[in-house]
Nanobody, 128 residues
Framework: QLQASGGGSVQAGGSLRLSCLDSGRAFMSYGMGWFRQAPGEDRDVVAAISWSGSQTYYADFVKGRFTISRDNAKNTVYLQMNSLKPEDTAVYYC???????????????????????WGWGTLVTVSS
């Protein structure tokens, strides 16, 4: 139900915009998140956005460089990635928040937040 796209190969300092189409129901009721997994490492949260788009969360390692947004009319969440670094190389996944919905969620991401299921990711490769 989740299809991430927009990955590719760029040089350090470059930009990419990832998109994630959610074909499931009630997209506008759920928070969304972007995660990434580099080879041999655990999957980490990158950014998250609340169901309304009014709240966002960013991991420290992307603050000031990445921007998450959503278009509820298109059932799509985006991740604009600027000033890319080689350490940003990873497979990027999007996922729907599943521990709460709508006004039942008090934030975009926090302790206890759960996301899933995981669809196909998109590979981002940043060369130095």
């Amino acid at each position: 139900q989740l299809q991430a796209s927009g990955g590719g190969s760029v040089q350090a300092g470059g930009s990419l915009r990832l998109s994630c189409l959610d074909s499931g129901r009630a997209f506008m009721s759920y928070g969304m998140g972007w995660f990434r997994q580099a080879p041999g490492e655990d999957r980490d949260v990158v950014a998250a956005i609340s169901w309304s788009g009014s709240q966002t969360y960013y991991a420290d390692f992307v603050k000031g460089r990445f921007t998450i947004s959503r278009d509820n009319a298109k059932n799509t969440v985006y991740l604009q990635m600027n000033s890319l670094k080689p350490e940003d190389t990873a497979v990027y996944y999007c996922a729907r928040r599943k521990d709460c919905a709508g006004f039942g969620c008090s934030d975009a991401y926090g302790p206890g937040a759960k996301f899933g299921p995981w669809g196909w990711g998109t590979l981002v490769t940043v060369s130095s």
